[in-house]
């Protein structure tokens, strides 16, 4: 799914960021992102805690599983520098941070699919 690209729906005046014909049953399925990315903010006292990232609208589409392709941005938050080209596609990612003097990380990443309530 890119979000910088639409699809129209057949039989409809909208469009989604994804569009799926079934060959069967020939049902056309969408999905669309309806809200985000939204950025992930490292809690202070360093407890790992579950964000939203994300939000999908699926029309007759279930996700069984996310894949971070492509590459993500990332922030220092002791300072200022920031890091881009970030990927997160083998799960974990180690880079130094020259102002800090330390390596930074971002490691033990969980992607979680769950129905809105």
Known sequence: MNTKESNDISGSRGDAHFVWRCKNCKS????????????YV???????KRQKVLE?????LEFVEFRADGTWQASS?????????IDLSEGDWYDYDE????????????????RAV
Do not use: M, Q, Y
Request: aromatic fraction near 6%; hydrophobic fraction near 30%.
């Open 56 to 60: 999908i609208d699926n029309r007759g």
């Open 28 to 39: 056309e399925h969408s999905a669309s992102v309806k809200e985000g990315p939204f950025a």
């Open 42 to 48: 490292a809690d202070e006292s360093g407890k790992k």
């Open 99 to 114: 102002k800090a003097g330390e390596e930074v990380s971002i490691k033990d990443l969980v992607w979680e699919l769950r």
């Open 77 to 85: 938050s002791e300072n200022s520098t920031k890091f881009a080209d």
